[in-house]
């Protein structure tokens, strides 16, 4: 599946504010360097650069086109293609920072204690995942792909619930998290601009595995018949604006 960095930042606003949300609740760190698991088009990354300009950061993601993205502007930052559910780094970190990524990897009961296992003692993991599964936009995707002659293709892409609830990741986290845990919620209400306004967000990443394994017919009427959904279930307001109401769990865990 190809990322399409264009697409995906056409909301940039409000896909990278949860990022600059959880960037701010990160303190002093110990000596070691950093990462950034999923690093996109590389805005957080040049932030967390900014931040700590003596450390040496590698950003690390699967998408070549964010990479690309990301390595357009020149910078000190090591840009990674790799697997983050197999990376390891060659040393210890003091930092890794993840925004909007961990969703699309399964068994977080062992990707979140392999993390807090490269982290040094003091050593910060700073998370952020949408937990907005149980959201119209999803529900309504789901049952999309459920109906049509896709469905038999698009049934083993669909996740239900790739995060759990914030308590799971407490007792999973608490025994690891020596130097303090910290886990809360937030639900932003994205004012969305244009025609078919969520189409386009869950355009640039949740509905992509589906679309990119139909034929260009089958995407169309897949889309259409979604499309018409989305506008029953999020309808434009007067101003012709569409509110998204959005959940995201943030997660600040000290080794």
Known sequence: MAWDPAQYLKFSDERLRPGFDLLARVGELPSGGLAEFGCGTGVHGRAIA???????????????????????????????????AAWSPPEKLALIFSNAVLQWLDDHDALFARMMAMLVPGGVLAVQMPRN?????????????????????????????????????????????????????????????????????????????????????????????????????YPQRADGKTLLPFRRLFIVARA
Do not use: C, N
């Open 50 to 84: 900014g931040r700590w300009p003596a450390r040496a950061l590698t950003a690390i993601d699967s998408s070549a086109e964010m990479l690309r993205q990301a390595a357009a502007e020149p910078s000190s930052i090591r840009w990674l293609e790799a697997d983050l």
């Open 133 to 233: 599964f149980s959201a119209r936009s999803h529900v309504l995707m789901r049952e999309t792909a459920m109906e049509g002659r896709w469905a038999p293709r698009l049934r083993p892409l669909l996740r239900t619930d790739p995060v759990a609830a914030p308590d799971h990741y407490y007792d999973l986290l608490t025994p690891l998290a020596r130097g303090g845990l910290d886990i809360w919620e937030t639900e932003y209400l994205h004012v969305l601009s244009g025609d078919d306004a969520v189409l386009s967000w869950v355009g640039g990443t949740a509905l992509r595995p589906l679309v990119s394994a139909l034929e260009p017919g089958e995407r169309a009427e897949f889309e259409q018949v979604y499309r018409e959904k989305l506008r029953r279930a």
